[in-house]
């Protein structure tokens, strides 16, 4: 079982930024892609990014592309979102998961975390 907790979520005004992390509980960390998503008050969740086991490859969402950045550092079991020039509709709960396969489905990752929570305020 693999546990993922995210921190680094909050209010921020328009054009700020912020640092999502995900730390993970198990020494295995170095063998799964890890992925972001989102989701927005009575919308879908949404694929946001996801990085390779090696950290090597990386994908992100064209609504993000360009502002926000994945990264992650297996020494310390975590994965990070680094996320600039924020915007409103970036607004949501962000969650990362983890995979045996990369893929931008939700239907693909098999541990989630819990979320959190940010606000981009205009």
């Known amino acids: 079982q693999v546990q993922l907790v995210e921190s680094g979520g909050g209010l921020v005004q328009a054009g700020g930024s912020l640092r999502l992390s995900c730390a993970a509980s198990?020494?295995?960390?170095?063998?799964?892609?890890m992925g972001w998503f989102r989701q927005a008050p009575g919308k879908e969740r949404e694929f946001v990014a996801h990085i390779s086991p090696t950290g090597g490859r990386t994908y992100t969402a064209d609504s993000v592309k360009g502002r926000f950045t994945i990264s992650r550092d297996n020494a310390k079991l975590t994965v990070y979102l680094q996320m600039n020039s924020l915007e409103p509709e970036d607004t949501a709960v962000y969650y990362c998961?983890?995979?045996?396969?990369?893929?931008?489905?939700?239907?693909?990752?098999?541990?989630w975390g819990q979320g959190t929570q940010v606000t981009v305020s205009s």
């Open positions: 998961a983890a995979a045996f396969l990369i893929s931008p489905s939700a239907d693909s990752y098999v541990y």
């Open positions: 198990v020494s295995t960390f170095s063998s799964y892609v």
